[in-house]
């Protein structure tokens, strides 16, 4: 016999969905439609948010996909400054004291 847990949802309100410009910016920011379909490119919808910490974990440790953070070794090399040199630019912009924007 299975081990179930029944959670009481009754009293639960649906968070607002985001606006439709979150799927726009992550098009344009990671080049990928995040509601087409992986195998077959034809449009999901959004049918339910998980966020909170302790279910999305739990999900993920089912599924063999929860990685814990490992430390990273410190860098290698560390590279010391011992001078800066400053030069000038024009950049075709002229800027006086006593000149206002």
């Known amino acids: 016999m299975h ?9 639960y309100k649906q968070k607002k ?7 726009e910016l992550i098009k344009k920011i990671y080049e990928v439609d995040p ?4 195998c077959c490119q034809s449009e999901m919808r959004i049918i339910s948010f998980i966020d909170e910490y302790l279910i999305v974990k739990k999900i993920l440790e089912h599924l063999d996909l929860w990685r814990e953070k490992q430390p990273r070794a410190p860098p290698e090399k560390v ?3 011992t001078e800066l040199t400053y030069e000038t630019i ?3 912009w002229y800027q006086s004291e006593n000149t206002f924007v």
């Open 35 to 38: 509601l087409a379909c992986p």
């Open 17 to 23: 969905v985001p606006s439709s410009k979150w799927r």
């Open 79 to 81: 590279v010391e400054i």
């Open 90 to 92: 024009d950049d075709g």
């Open 3 to 11: 081990d179930f847990e029944v959670l009481d949802v009754s009293g």
